[in-house]
Each structure stands twice: as C-alpha cells, then as structure tokens.
C-alpha cells in the first residue's frame, strides 16, 4: 500500500507548486472578502493535502505569506503574493471552497487542482457588465424606496448612481485613485438631489442621496473587519478598519463637497427634508428591503440558485429590526440583534449547501446600511450644526460596526450550539479524546484576561 501524501515529502517541484498552488487560493479568497481565519484555513489545507505540512500562513489586507520550516532539519522556504485587485465575485468564491474541500479530501491531484483554479480564475461572470451596472442602480432605487421615497425618486437614484458608477469606471481607466472614484460617484448622486431641491420638485428629494449612498458604503469590508477583530487577527482588522474609513471619508468628501456649494449658492437644504424609513412593516418598505437584498446580491456575483435564500435574509432582517425598535429597542442595538439573526441564518444555510455564509449574509444586510444617518451627518456639519453632526457620523459608524458584528455573532452562536466541522475533523483518537474538542482556533483559546 503506497503511502498518503502526508507521509512522504513531494518531489522539489511539486513542493513549489503546492504553495504556489495554496497561495493563489489565498490570493483570491482574500480578495473576494474572505476573513484572515477563512483564508489562513483553506491555505493550511492546500498545503497538507499535498503533503507540504508544518506551514504557516501570514495576512494582512494586500500582501499573503507562506512559511515551511521541515521538521527534517531542511531548507525553510518563505514565498509571498501580492493581492492587487479586490474585486467580489461570490460565484467565483463557492467554486474555490468547493476545489479547496475536494483537494483537503484527497479526490484532487495537484496537477487537476492547478488546472481546476485555472478555470475558475478564467470563467466568465455569471452575469455580464450591464446587469451588474443595473443591480448598482437598482441598490439606489431600493434603498430609496425603503425610506420613504416614490417611482419618481426611485428612477432619480437609478439615473445618479449609473451617472456615478460610470465616471467613476471612467476615472479608474485613466489611474485615478478609488478614493477620489468614490468622491466623484458620491458628488454625482448628491447632485442630483440638490438639483431637485432647486427646481422645488414635489418628492423627496433627499431620498436620492441616501440611496446613491447606501449603493457606496462598504458592507463586505466591515464585516470581514470584525471578523478578523473577533478571531484575533488585530493587524488585518486594523487595515480593514483604515479601509473602511477611507471608503467613508470618500463618500463623505463627495457628498460635503456637493452640499457646500449648493449652500454657498442658495438652495434650501434643510435637516428636516432629511428622509428616515417608516420603521413599520408595510408592503413597500419589505419590498424595497428585498429588492435592495436582491440587488446587492447580483452585483456581488451570487449565483442565481442562491438569490431566493438571500431575499429571505434580507426580509428578516428588515421585520426584526421594525419589531424591535416598535419595542423601543436602542437602534445600535436592534441592528445588532437583526444582524446576529441573519447571520445564524446565513450559517446554517451555508452548512447545508455548501456555500461561504457570505452568500447570504452580505447582501442580506443591507437595508440596515446607515446611508440617512451618513447622509444627515454631513448636512448638519454643512448648515453648520457641528456637534449634531458629528453625532450623526458617530451614529452611523456605530451602526456600520454593530452590523458586522452581529452577523459574526450569529455565525458564533451556531459554533457554539452545534459546533465546528474543523473542530469535528480534529478530534483526537477516541482513546485519548479529551471531554471537549481539540481547539485549533486562536480566537477560541483563553486569556482570562491577561
């Protein structure tokens, strides 16, 4: 009987391949907003599927390192990848778990695994450029709806966030920094509201903004922020959190920019026009819930078979944060709690279909993104409200961090009722097995403390 790939050492260039191979993995996880733990993970099991064991994986939010130190007193080898592009694609994500779990089973040669990323790397997106250009476009028109806007509003944000989207591809095909991308998209939709504010048009103008702002915000990043905060891996969530505050300050710039000079030159902005969701369960606020969930969901490249569960999330999220704030729950606090059901529910489906949890969570959560509390914020510093608005910033920062947490705590939750399936696959031999299973996660060991 031949031995397992663990039990003889590769030939030399099967071992480069192995963390090339393990890397790449890395690249793209990280890349489609995996968290450090998920992607530090799947690299591990590349390398001791095929028999490079004893690595260790280093992440940070653009540079991915891979360390072997033989046991057998050998050569330690270190190689890195730079992670230049990080663009979501959640099709793209589930067939890479998928190769990762196939190769950690043993069904994969190494040869079959490069050529299978290969492909992945090279499919073609699920949807073509302009659905993804629309579903943009349909976050605005939702998240405007959701609070309060009409058809009227509705179609002013679809054309503000396409004009946005557009500069801003327009800017990145010259070399413009993203940062500057996002001020621009920003400037553009909050332009489109003051111009309906100046010629008095009988809506809610303000919608517009709000809606153009919710398609911006950064919900993937501040999830995996937290993420990474809760499992420990301080040096990526700090950079993920540098990020998400530079995402912030852009919009932020482009919309205080916007409502600077329509100030300077006369136009009637006022806080009071600042619209808020009717926090009741009616059919057109569940709908524009849903209809933002779905939106987002296909700008992130979910697949189709995934797009119903996602809506689910995305409607529950909305009714359990209606129902407890019609209970005089604290936002910050009932955003949370709506965040952790999603997020339990996004886990447990992602067990039964095999799927990253992000499929569903994402896009579930956002009609909970604070585009009014953003949007109020700046106004308020602009009209020269300085102590309300920074509340405000404040306001939305919170919601934006009890959001990613709560969709961690939900995915703790169900670890904690049903358990892992990698503290599953470590057990110890039943002779030796201790009462509790053999912890391997960094986040779950105790300090008491200190």
């Known amino acids: 009987m031949s031995a397992s790939p663990l039990e003889q050492a590769p030939p030399q260039r099967d071992f480069y391949r192995a963390m090339a191979l393990a890397l790449r993995v890395g690249e793209l996880l990280l890349g489609s907003g995996e968290g450090t733990e998920t992607v530090t993970g799947a690299m591990r099991r590349i390398t001791n599927a095929y028999g490079v064991p004893h690595c260790e994986a280093d992440v940070n939010l653009s540079v991915i390192t891979l360390s072997h130190v033989p046991v057998d007193g050998g050569v330690p080898v270190t190689a890195e990848r730079r992670v230049r592009r990080r663009l979501p694609d959640y099709d793209r994500l589930i067939a890479v778990h998928g190769m990762v779990k196939e190769s950690s089973g043993g069904s994969i040669p190494l040869d079959a695994a490069e050529v299978r990323l290969r492909e992945i790397t090279r499919r073609v997106p699920v949807y073509p450029n302009w659905v993804l250009i629309t579903a943009l476009a349909l976050i605005a028109s939702s998240a405007s709806i959701l609070v309060g806007g009409g058809v009227v509003v509705a179609v002013a944000a679809f054309v503000a966030t396409v004009l946005g989207d557009r500069a801003s591809a327009w800017l990145a095909r010259r070399g413009v920094a993203e940062f500057f991308q996002l001020a621009v998209a920003a400037m553009l939709g909050s332009l489109v509201a003051v111009l309906m504010i100046w010629i008095d048009a009988p809506v809610q103008a303000s919608a517009v903004v709000v809606g153009a702002v919710v ?69 057109e606020q569940l709908l524009g819930a849903i209809g933002l969930t779905l939106s987002f969901a296909v700008a992130l490249l979910v697949p189709p078979r995934h797009l119903l569960p996602a809506a689910l999330g995305g409607g529950m999220v909305w009714v359990v944060f209606v129902q407890l704030y019609s209970w005089q729950v604290p936002v910050i606090l009932a955003t949370a709690v709506s965040a952790a059901f999603v997020g339990l529910f996004g886990n447990a489906y992602a067990r039964r279909a095999q799927v990253p949890s992000m499929v569903v969570t994402i896009p579930a959560i956002g009609s909970l993104l604070p585009g009014t509390a953003l949007y109020r914020g700046m106004l308020e510093a602009t009209l020269g409200h300085a102590n309300e608005g920074l509340a405000s910033l404040l306001q939305a920062l919170s919601t934006a961090l009890a959001l990613g947490a709560g969709v961690i705590l939900g995915a703790e939750i169900l670890r904690a009722v049903t358990g892992s399936d990698l503290a599953r696959r470590v057990r110890r031999p039943a002779a030796r097995r201790p009462r509790r299973p053999f912890i391997t996660r960094p986040a779950a060991r105790r300090t008491r403390g200190y």
């Open 215 to 283: 398609a911006l915000l950064p919900g993937r990043p501040m999830v995996a922020c937290v993420q990474d905060g809760i499992a420990g891996e301080y040096v990526t969530a700090t950079a993920r959190l540098f990020e998400v505050f530079f995402i912030l300050t852009a919009v932020i710039s482009g919309i205080g920019v916007t409502l600077y000079a329509a100030f300077r030159l006369g136009v009637p902005l006022s806080v009071e026009n600042v619209p808020a969701a009717p926090l009741v369960i009616r059919p």
